[in-house]
């Protein structure tokens, strides 16, 4: 029986000094966001009160949408983003074996079967091999920006629009992410973004934003959010009820006033300073660093062998190395109706096998990042 088991795995690896949980830094200035938080219990508007309609066109501005909804989790983005679209029963959505298990939950519990295509050396989907994956049944193709590094979006388009696919891009790891030098949003039918509390916008709890710049896709999902409501006395349709807390939206807007900037840039430095000194150990792969790609490194991740080794030497050392994650998605329990095996996608199950994450954020320091490099190199001495 599933149990809770985020206590213990809170308490397993909050014991390390140099740490992929950043909270207590991120959150210290708290009562400033309580002050927010007061003037929403103040004015008891905690079901899509004003602070919700405030937050979504900041977001959407940010991320290059006309239109965002603030919804319950990244997941719940997702999910209502394929039932805005009418995909379901006997539809197919294309997608990447590796990624969070929301993805690929998503589009089971909306109905529809996941079709997955193997990845690229970015760890995203490999876009040159869509195409062979679509049938009559395809509706939509699902690309992960996975660890915030974009996909490769003019291709997929392409492909979209050849096929009369919608795209709907998993951005759970992107905010503020630019491909081509445009916000990542733009480049999809719908985005959906996550603010679980280790993202990099993260909020008191969970909460997601679908970005859109259709209207209809907009006013779709504003509706089947909250229950399908027109007004307070008439249903449209049975719907949903997955709507951003009042309080988590004005939580977000702190950060998105304060903060969203530095967190992003601070990212994107360390991950370069990491890149400079890891790239010449020759049993380190790193993603290739596309220019036209702007990563916000919600992880910095890469392929490292011998990595359980590795990583045992450095959670020794205080390093808070985690892989993200051992078990591509057609190989998990829950997929085994699916009948896929080991070797269907070798990509993906490589870097499931090599993979390793090391603390990026904002809050890790000079001498933090050298420990890190250090270590690395003394193991692979």
């Known amino acids: 029986m599933a149990n809770n088991f985020y206590p213990d795995q809170y308490d397993k690896t909050g014991v390390y000094p140099i740490n992929h949980n950043y909270l207590p830094q991120q959150f210290a200035d708290k009562d400033v966001m309580l002050e927010r938080i007061a ?64 993805t690929v939950g998503a589009i089971v519990t909306a109905g529809a079967t996941p079709v997955f295509v193997d990845i690229s050396t970015d760890h995203n989907i490999d876009a040159d091999l869509i195409e062979a994956a679509i049938t009559d049944k395809t509706k939509a193709i699902m690309p992960v920006h996975w660890a915030g590094i974009p996909c490769n979006m003019d291709k997929i388009n392409d492909i979209a629009k050849r096929h009369d696919l919608k795209v709907i891009a998993d951005a759970c790891h992107a905010i503020q992410a630019k491909y081509k030098g445009e916000k990542i949003a733009q480049w999809a039918d719908i985005s959906c973004f996550s603010m679980h509390p280790l993202k990099n916008l993260n909020v008191w709890g969970d909460g997601g934003v679908v970005v859109t710049n259709s209207k209809s896709i907009n006013d779709k999902l504003s509706l089947i959010r909250n229950h399908g409501l027109l007004d307070r006395d008439h249903c449209a349709e049975w719907a949903y009820n997955s709507r951003l807390d009042t309080i988590q939206a004005a939580v977000g807007q702190y950060l998105l006033d ?25 049993e380190i792969t790193l993603p290739p660093r596309d220019a036209e790609k702007s990563s916000v490194f919600h992880l910095y991740m890469g392929k490292f062998q011998r990595r359980d080794e590795l990583q045992a030497f450095l959670q020794q050392k205080g390093i808070d190395a985690k892989v993200h994650y051992p078990i591509p998605m057609h190989l998990q329990p829950a997929a085994q109706a699916m009948g896929h095996k080991v070797g269907d996608f070798p990509e993906a199950e490589h870097l499931a096998n090599n993979c390793l994450s090391l603390p990026v954020h904002e809050f890790i320091e000079q001498d933090a990042l050298d420990h890190m490099v250090e270590a690395i190199q003394e193991f692979y001495k």
């Open 39 to 102: 003037e929403v219990v103040r004015k008891g508007d905690f079901t899509l009160g004003a602070a919700v309609d405030k937050f979504e066109e900041d977001f959407a501005a940010r991320n290059g949408g006309e239109y965002a909804i603030g919804v319950g989790s990244g997941t719940d983005a997702l999910f209502l983003s394929l039932k805005a679209l009418g995909i379901g029963v006997d539809d197919e959505v294309i997608t990447t074996p590796f990624t969070f298990f929301a």
């Open 258 to 282: 304060e903060k969203i900037d530095n967190i992003t840039t601070q990212r994107q430095v360390n991950a370069a300073y990491l890149d400079e000194k890891l790239s010449s150990i020759s």
